[in-house]
């Protein structure tokens, strides 16, 4: 069976996309390459999941359909390097698609490494690991609706997708991209706040994600607003409005919407490393 589908790069995020294409029969597992220097890691995925693995970045083009840049921003033009140094010129045809999750990284600058190639700038997110992840795609201009459809495919694979124009994408990355870390911070912040007023550690723990699931799934089935919902639990006088009232004097709306600012800039500047 040939590869078809190939990785640079096979981290947290390339681990997490593969491993749900895999789980769905998307490609079967001897369809699938991925390049990754560390030998702990290529030996990782591979007892895994049964797929291919090299250390040779420049195996990954040889005929595949999809090509996944899964390397960090700051390693894309040595990556680029690499793959003239060993190829002489990059094939010309057939092309695969080269579906990029680089922060930050603009189509423009793909394109030039990859001339003429189908290129798709992608941003997911890591609940894509349990396929609730949230993609976000900007497809580049050599790229046809067929290249389109696979992309969203394979993100739909992994949870929800939206296509947006190239310009949001910083801020893409900047809300659902960075944004689980953010909750993250939250749901640790809430449980710590649990064992200050002398919740042991587990149950803390268990009530703070419990919340925040349960208040998400809530919003999500009913479609209520966030203010509507948070009116609803505030009785007056009661004990929610206090705490409230502690966020909005400790300015935790402005942090978060700080926190995506600054996420959005910083995925400006890598872009330009
Ligand atoms: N972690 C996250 O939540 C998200 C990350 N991203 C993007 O995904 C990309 C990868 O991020 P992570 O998976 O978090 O990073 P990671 O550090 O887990 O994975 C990067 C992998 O690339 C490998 N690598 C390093 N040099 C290489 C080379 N020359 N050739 C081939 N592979 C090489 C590393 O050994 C590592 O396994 C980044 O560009 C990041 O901006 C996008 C969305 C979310
Ligand atoms: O922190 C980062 O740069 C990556 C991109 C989005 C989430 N993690």
Request: negative net charge.
């Amino acid at each position: 069976m040939s590869i078809r589908f190939a990785m640079i790069g096979g981290g947290v995020m390339a681990e997490a996309i593969l491993s749900r294409l895999l789980a769905q029969s998307f490609y079967q597992p001897q369809e699938v390459l991925v390049s990754e220097p560390q030998l702990q890691r290529r030996d990782f995925l591979q007892s895994r999941y049964g797929i291919q693995v090299t250390d040779a970045n420049a195996l990954t083009l040889q005929s595949v359909e999809v090509l996944v840049l899964a390397i960090k921003p700051q390693m894309l033009d040595l990556v680029v390097q690499d793959l003239t140094t060993h190829l002489a010129a990059l094939p010309t045809a057939p092309c695969p698609l080269v579906l990029s999750i680089l922060a930050g990284v603009p189509l423009r600058r793909l394109e030039i490494a990859f001339p003429n190639y189908p290129v798709v700038r992608a941003m997911p997110n890591t609940p894509a690991t349990i396929g609730a992840g949230m993609t976000a795609i900007a497809p580049g201009q050599w790229t046809q609706s067929g290249h389109r459809t696979l992309a969203r495919q394979i993100f739909l694979a992994v949870g929800e997708v939206v296509e947006v124009p190239e310009a949001l994408m910083d801020a893409v990355t900047g809300l659902s991209g960075s944004g689980p870390a953010f909750v993250a911070v939250m749901i640790e912040a809430l449980s710590d706040g649990g064992v200050a007023v002398g919740l042991p550690r587990a149950i803390a723990a268990q009530l703070a994600l419990q919340t925040v699931l349960g208040t998400t799934q809530l919003l999500q089935e009913s479609g209520m607003h966030p203010a509507q919902l948070k009116d609803q639990v505030t009785s007056p006088g009661g004990t929610t409005i206090a705490g409230v009232a502690q966020l909005e004097q400790a300015g935790f709306r402005s942090a978060l919407m700080q926190a995506v600012r600054a996420a959005y800039e910083r995925s400006q500047e890598l872009g330009t490393l």
